[in-house]
């Protein structure tokens, strides 16, 4: 999906969706579609297209510090840089829904701590989508029959009401670690409807930002593309 020669006269391409990076600063990808589909093993959600971005310094790390939690236990979400940074629209359009009111809770990075968070996947799915999601903006961009979702953001941090009409650009949220999150970081994804639980995911491809690979320093801008995973990517 590389430099889709799509124009970006309209939000669409295909069937998909076309948006901007929806924050600022250098931030890692995660799970992509750009290394597969679906982008997070399954289709449950409307994550098949989904992308995660995790803020990173100069140094690629994604917090300042370690202590013997990482290791070993839970970490406060605080520690993270990208907790409570802010998160843009990535499109011009109208919010049809909103969700505050999920804790930000304890961040894992210690495989002892990981495993038996996974194992408790069944469990949270069961829950519903809130468990999943978090707290969420599902935005309808103009000229387009999709929605775009971001989900885990912080609670208490959501600065857009529902029906409201935003610009791309436009602060809406803090990144969190809410719902489903194993760390801060912003998950964004294209759908075909409002409902988690029996919408589609949608191609959600970036209009134009730079990439570069971890320890370089050249960059490529990349135009109506998914970013490849374990690269940095910034608008």
Same mark, same amino acid.
Not at 15 to 24: C, D, E, K, Q, T
Not at 135 to 160: E, G, K, T
């Given at each position: ?13 295909? %069937? ?20 597969? /589909? ?11 297209? =989904?992308?995660?971005?995790? =803020? ?8 300042? *510090?370690?202590?013997?939690? &990482?290791?070993?236990? &839970? $970490?406060? %979400? $605080? ?17 049809? *829904? ?21 194992l408790g996947q069944g469990n949270r799915i069961r829950k519903g989508p809130k468990t999943i999601a978090g707290n969420y903006v599902i935005i309808a961009p103009d000229n387009s029959d ?10 208490? !941090? ?7 009409? /935003? ?16 760390? %801060?970081?912003?998950h964004i994804q294209a759908m075909s409807g409002t409902d988690f639980s029996i919408t589609q995911g949608v191609p959600l491809y970036f209009r134009k930002f730079s990439q570069w690979n ?10 109506? =593309?998914?970013?490849? =995973?374990?690269?940095?990517? !910034?608008?």
């Amino acid at each position: 999906m590389h430099d889709n020669e799509a124009s970006v006269l309209s939000n669409v391409i295909g %069937p998909g969706v076309i948006g901007s990076l929806p924050f600022m600063g250098r931030w890692l990808v995660g799970s992509t579609p750009a290394r597969r /589909i679906p982008s997070h093993g399954t289709d449950m959600f409307g994550v098949g297209y =989904a992308i995660d971005f995790i =803020a990173v310094d100069e140094q690629n790390r994604s917090s300042s *510090s370690t202590s013997w939690r &990482t290791l070993l236990g &839970t $970490e406060s %979400p $605080e520690v993270f840089y990208a907790f409570g940074m802010p998160v843009v629209s990535p499109v011009s359009g109208k919010v049809v *829904s909103i969700h505050n009111g999920e804790p930000d809770h304890e961040a894992r990075r210690s495989v002892l701590t990981l495993i038996p968070y996974m194992l408790g996947q069944g469990n949270r799915i069961r829950k519903g989508p809130k468990t999943i999601a978090g707290n969420y903006v599902i935005i309808a961009p103009d000229n387009s029959d999709v929605f775009i979702a971001i989900v885990h953001l912080q609670l208490n !941090s959501l600065v857009v009401e529902k029906g409201q009409y /935003i610009l791309e650009g436009q602060h809406i949220a803090n990144c969190g670690n809410s719902g489903n999150s194993t760390q %801060p970081h912003i998950h964004i994804q294209a759908m075909s409807g409002t409902d988690f639980s029996i919408t589609q995911g949608v191609p959600l491809y970036f209009r134009k930002f730079s990439q570069w690979n971890k320890g370089e320093s050249v960059r490529k801008t990349r135009k109506n =593309a998914f970013p490849d =995973a374990d690269t940095i990517v !910034s608008p």
